[in-house]
């Protein structure tokens, strides 16, 4: 069974950086898709970042492109969030998600979620 553990939320002022981290499990991930999504208070679940399990291709939304980073450790199975320049409006709780091998992405197993919270 897969699990993801996602690490790293916390406080911080606007301009701060933060890094997240989502260890996984239970499975061997080779050609999986990675993706960190986020979901404010009062507003629907939103994609910030994917990236194949090799590294070779990522992805970002509009709103995180050039100030959030996303990176894979494959020894480790880990998936990094590298968050810079945050702004009160990345204030959400972040999930790490995974998307099995197949011709559409579709995310299938979730993390129980980070808080990250920019005060301004």
């Known amino acids: 069974q897969v699990q993801l553990v996602e690490s790293g939320g916390g406080l911080v002022q606007a301009g701060g950086s933060l890094r997240l981290s989502c260890a996984a499990s239970?499975?061997?991930?080779?050609?999986?898709?990675m993706g960190w999504f986020r979901q404010a208070p009062g507003k629907e679940r939103e994609f910030a970042a994917a990236?194949?399990?090799?590294?070779?291709?990522?992805s970002y939304a509009d709103s995180v492109k050039g100030r959030f980073t996303i990176s894979i450790d494959n020894a480790k199975n880990t998936v990094y969030l590298e968050m810079k320049s945050l702004k009160p409006d990345d204030t959400a709780v972040y999930y790490c998600?995974?998307?099995?091998?197949?011709?559409?992405?579709?995310?299938?197993?979730w993390g129980q979620g980070t808080q990250v919270t920019v005060s301004p």
């Open positions: 998600a995974a998307s099995p091998p197949r011709t559409v992405v579709k995310y299938d197993f």
């Open positions: 990236i194949s399990w090799s590294g070779g291709s990522t």
């Open positions: 239970g499975r061997t991930f080779g050609r999986y898709r």
